[in-house]
C-alpha cells in the first residue's frame, strides 16, 4: 500500500492508528503535540507510542527545515529526514477542523521504500526564500517526473481542492478546471517563466515558473501564482498610472476611494489573548471566499474587522463597499442596493445607477446593521446571494456577480429570526462564519494600548503635546464599563484633549458621567442641589456668576475638611494639584 494511501486510511481522530502500516505514523495537534503514534515509533525512534504522547513533535525528531514546512502547514512528500545517522523520508498532510489548521500527519519510511526522486531540502528552501517564500504565498513544487512533491492550501484554493489532493499525483492531473501546467515544460527548457497568465480554476492568474537545478542537474520546478485574478493586477496597474499622472507636489497613495479598504488587521490595537486569537482567525479565514457574519455590541469596532477581513484577502485589490442597511429609507433600498435603468421611477438618474451590490463586482460588500434590513428585502437579498446575480430596477437583463459578502450586527439574529422578524434561510446563508467581537469590558488589558493610539493620534490633530494620563485618570479609565466600547473611550480622550492643560491628562479632565461614577465630589457638583441663597439669585445674576458662588463654596468646604491641605483638597476634588492653585488664585481664596 502506498504511503499517501495508508496516510488516508488512517483514523486520527480516534484512540487507534494503523498499526499494520510499515512505515511510522505521527498525529499532532495544532501545538505539534503528539497525539497518537503507531508501533512502528519504537523500531525507529526506541519509543512506545504512549512515551511520544504530549512530546512536541521536534523533541524525538530532528526536524531541521522540515520544521518551517510544517509551520506554514505545506503539504509534501518525500522530503529527506535524518534519523540516527541514517537516511529516512516523510511526507506530511495538515489537518483541518471547521476549515481550521488543526494539526497534522506525518509518515516516516525507510530508505528502502523511497518511490520517487525528491528535490534536496536544503536547496529547496534556500530556492523558496528566494522567491519570497511566505506562509501565505501560493506554491507547488514538482520533481522531475512531474509529481507533486510540496503544495501548499493557498495554491490548492485557486483550483478549488485541498492540498491533500493534490499531494503525490502528477501535476498534468492535479489541475480541475485549468490549462495544464507548464512546470514540465519549464523543466525541459531550463527557462524560467516569470508573470505569465495561466488560466487556473476558472480564472486568468498570474503566475511564475522557475526550473530547480543542483550541480546541473534538474531537481525539480516552482510555481508560484503572484495574481489570482488577473483583475488583481489591472486594478494595480491602474492606481500606478493615477499617480504617475499626478504633478510630483501632489502625488499621495491612491487609496482613498470610498470603495477601497481604509484598515488592515495592523490597525486593530489589543494584546489581550482573545484579540490575537481574533487577528489570527482573520488571517486564515480572509483567504476562503465564505460569507461571514461579525456580531458585537455597538462600538466595538465591526466596521474594523470588515476592512481587515477584506484587506487580508485575495480580493484586497477589488472595491470594498460599506453599506449601512440602517441608513437607507425603505423606499430606496432596493434601487440602492440593485441599482436602476434609465428610467426606471420618477427622479431616476439619466443613465440609470449600479447598485451597491454590482460596485462590489469581484470584492466585498460590507452590510452593516443587517438587522435592519426589512423582510421583504431580505427575500431579495437571500436570491441575490444564492444566484450570484442582480437584476436592477426597471431592467430584465440580469448581471453576474463575483462578491464576498460581510455582514454586521449589534443584536441577537438568533432571537431575531425567533420571533419571526429575520429570515432563517439568510441568516444561515449570512452565518458561514462567525466571529463575535467582545466589548473592551472584558479585555480591559487593551485600553491602556488603545488609549496610547488615541493620544498619538490626537496630539497629530490637535497640534499638542500630551505625553499620557496622571494615575488616577488611568484607573478611572481602566474601571470604568464603557457601554459604548472603543467608540465611548474615543470620545473621552478627545473630551479630555480639549479640558486638559496639560502636560498630562487629569481626571478632573475626562467626562463628568465618568468621574461620577467613581465618587469624585467635583463630579458631583452637577448631581448635588445649589444653595438656597444660589437659588434665590435665579433671575437676578447672570448663570456664569451663579456657578463661580458654587465653585467657591466647594473650594472652601473641601479646604476647611482638608484643614488646608492643598494637595489632599486636589485629591478630593478630582483635580490637579496646578489646576487648584489656578481656581484659589481665580476667586483670591487664600
Request: aromatic fraction near 8%; glycine fraction near 8%; charge should be neutral.
Amino acid at each position: 500500500m502506498k504511503i499517501s494511501e495508508q496516510i488516508k486510511k488512517a483514523d486520527f481522530s480516534l484512540a487507534g492508528i494503523n498499526n499494520s502500516a510499515d512505515c511510522l505514523l505521527l498525529s499532532f495537534d495544532r501545538q505539534h503535540r503528539i497525539t497518537n503514534s503507531n508501533e512502528e515509533s519504537f523500531r525507529l525512534l526506541g519509543l512506545r507510542p504512549e512515551q511520544l504522547l504530549g512530546q512536541k513533535l521536534n523533541q524525538p525528531l530532528k526536524l531541521g527545515y522540515l520544521q518551517t514546512l510544517i509551520m506554514q502547514n505545506y503539504c509534501f512528500k518525500g522530503q529527506p529526514l535524518l534519523i540516527d545517522g541514517r537516511q529516512h523520508f516523510c511526507d506530511f498532510s495538515p489537518l483541518e477542523k471547521a476549515n481550521q489548521p488543526d494539526g497534522g500527519i506525518l509518515a516516516i519510511y525507510r530508505e528502502e521504500q523511497r518511490t520517487m526522486q525528491t528535490a534536496d531540502l536544503p536547496d529547496l528552501l534556500s530556492t523558496l526564500k528566494q522567491h519570497s517564500f511566505f506562509h501565505d504565498d501560493s506554491l507547488i513544487l514538482v520533481n522531475p517526473e512531474g509529481i507533486i512533491t510540496l503544495v501548499n492550501q493557498p495554491f490548492a484554493d485557486s483550483l478549488g481542492v485541498r492540498a491533500s489532493q493534490m499531494i503525490g499525483k502528477h501535476v498534468h492531473k492535479a489541475y480541475p478546471n485549468s490549462n495544464p501546467s507548464r512546470l514540465p515544460v519549464v523543466m525541459d527548457t531550463g527557462q524560467s517563466e516569470v508573470a505569465e497568465p495561466h488560466l487556473l480554476g476558472g480564472h486568468n492568474a498570474i503566475v511564475s515558473r522557475y526550473p530547480l537545478l543542483k550541480e546541473g542537474q534538474m531537481i525539480g520546478a516552482l510555481g508560484k501564482i503572484l495574481f489570482h485574478d488577473i483583475r488583481e493586477l489591472s486594478r494595480l496597474a491602474d492606481k500606478f498610472q493615477a499617480y504617475i499622472k499626478q504633478p510630483e507636489k501632489t502625488k499621495k497613495p491612491t487609496n482613498n476611494s470610498s470603495h477601497e479598504f481604509k484598515y488592515d488587521c495592523n490597525s486593530i490595537i489589543g494584546q489581550s489573548p482573545v484579540m490575537k486569537d481574533l487577528k489570527e482567525k482573520i488571517l486564515r479565514i480572509a483567504q476562503r471566499p465564505s460569507n461571514v457574519l461579525l456580531a458585537g455590541e455597538s462600538g466595538t469596532g465591526k466596521e474594523l474587522f470588515a476592512h481587515a477581513i477584506h484587506a487580508a484577502s485575495k480580493r484586497r485589490f477589488a472595491p470594498f463597499v460599506r453599506v449601512n442597511c440602517a441608513a437607507i429609507p425603505e423606499q430606496l433600498m432596493e434601487a440602492e442596493l440593485f441599482g436602476y435603468v434609465d428610467g426606471a421611477f420618477t427622479g431616476a438618474r439619466k443613465g440609470g445607477q449600479a447598485g451597491k451590490f454590482e460596485q462590489a463586482h469581484t470584492g466585498t460588500i460590507f452590510l452593516d446593521e443587517i438587522s435592519e434590513m426589512p423582510q421583504h428585502m431580505q427575500a431579495k437579498l437571500l436570491r441575490v446571494l444564492q444566484e450570484k446575480e442582480v437584476t436592477p430596477l426597471g431592467s430584465t437583463q440580469t448581471r453576474r456577480l463575483d462578491i464576498r459578502v460581510l455582514a454586521a450586527t449589534n443584536v441577537t439574529l438568533e432571537q431575531q429570526v425567533a420571533e419571526g422578524k429575520f429570515r432563517t434561510d439568510l441568516y444561515y446563508r449570512l452565518n458561514v462564519i462567525a466571529l463575535e467581537i467582545p466589548p473592551l469590558r472584558e479585555r480591559r488589558e487593551d485600553i491602556y494600548f488603545i488609549t496610547k493610539h488615541l493620544i498619538d493620534n490626537f496630539n497629530a490633530e490637535f497640534e499638542l503635546d500630551i505625553q499620557g494620563l496622571t494615575d488616577e485618570a488611568w484607573g478611572m479609565l481602566k474601571q470604568y464599563n464603557y457601554p459604548g466600547n472603543i467608540r465611548e473611550l474615543r470620545n473621552a480622550v478627545e473630551s479630555a484633549f480639549n479640558m486638559t492643560s496639560g502636560p498630562l491628562i487629569d481626571a478632573a479632565d475626562l467626562p463628568q458621567y465618568i468621574r461620577q461614577k467613581f465618587g469624585s465630589p467635583l463630579a458631583q457638583t452637577g448631581q448635588a442641589d445649589p444653595p438656597p441663597e444660589l437659588l434665590s439669585n435665579i433671575g437676578q445674576l447672570p448663570l456664569q456668576d451663579i456657578m463661580e458662588g458654587l465653585e467657591q463654596k466647594l473650594l472652601r468646604a473641601t479646604l476647611e475638611k482638608t484643614g488646608g491641605n492643598k494637595l489632599n483638597a486636589a485629591r478630593l476634588l478630582g483635580i490637579s494639584r496646578p489646576g487648584l492653585y489656578k481656581k484659589l488664585q481665580k476667586f483670591s481664596i487664600d
